[in-house]
């Protein structure tokens, strides 16, 4: 079975200054990753996926991720945050299902210091 | 599109009573799921559906949990009798089969008393 980790609960960064959000995945092959966003109050929004192909995925909102097969990560990026990126953010995995039984992460939220 | 349409967007209850929370899916998706969120153990995925048969409901707590979907643009999710543990916020998702993308309505928030 998928599982994933995201080791950071809580991330504070400066508006302007880059963020970098970590997840860690455990699947036997192949997986389907994807990173979500959640604002307070709101379900959760699709900010990128990767399926296969280009290991560096762009997404909404200035956001990239990288897939990396060797450290089984696939980490969240965005070289200058705005206050607007303040929200929880959550990494999910995929099997061979794909979305069918997604594995989410425990989210980390992000603050941001103006 | 409306998007995934959910109902209630809060619901507070009384220990004992029957809560129903009603998802309409994004028109033309036959994949639908239904999502608990709580601090403790994050986004557990509790059922779905594909075309409107269910497929796999390993994640439903107990069987004071049921969620049936009569037709392709509407599921509903009981719980009876509701209990303090149950106030989470529940979301439901859908997709097209081999879309792999699933889109979230904006949740019931649940709140047992």
């Known amino acids: 079975a998928q599982s994933v980790t995201q080791p950071d609960i809580h991330i504070t960064v400066s508006e302007g200054a880059s963020l970098e959000l970590r997840c860690n995945y455990s699947?036997?092959?192949?997986?389907?990753l994807f990173w979500y966003v959640q604002s307070p109050g709101q379900g959760l929004q699709l900010l990128l996926k990767?399926?296969?192909?280009?290991?560096l995925v762009q997404g909404i909102k200035g956001f990239e991720a990288e897939f990396k097969r060797s450290q089984s990560s696939f980490n969240l990026r965005k070289p200058s945050v705005h206050w607007s990126d303040a929200a929880e953010y959550f990494c999910?995995?995929?099997?061979?299902?794909?979305?069918?039984?997604?594995?989410f992460g425990q989210g980390t939220r992000l603050t941001i210091n103006p | 599109d409306a998007g995934v349409i959910q109902s209630p967007r809060h619901e507070v209850t009384e220990m004992g009573q029957e809560v129903t929370l009603r998802c309409k899916p994004i028109?033309?998706?036959?994949?639908l799921f239904w999502y608990r969120q709580t601090m403790m153990r994050g986004l557990e995925l509790l059922i779905y559906?594909?075309?409107?048969?269910?497929?796999?409901d390993s994640g439903m707590p107990e069987d004071r949990f049921s969620a049936k979907m009569p037709n392709a643009s509407f599921s509903t999710l009981k719980i009876q009798p509701s209990e303090p543990r149950d106030s989470a916020v529940y979301f439901c998702?859908?997709?097209?089969?081999?879309?792999?993308?699933?889109?979230f309505g904006a949740g019931s928030r649940l709140t047992v008393l």
């Open positions: 998702a859908s997709t097209q089969t081999g879309a792999n993308v699933l889109t």
């Open positions: 699947y036997g092959a192949t997986p389907y």
């Open positions: 990767y399926f296969s192909g280009d290991t």
């Open positions: 999910a995995v995929g099997g061979i299902q794909g979305a069918q039984k997604l594995v």
């Open positions: 028109s033309g998706h036959n994949s």
């Open positions: 559906f594909n075309n409107n048969v269910p497929i796999d």
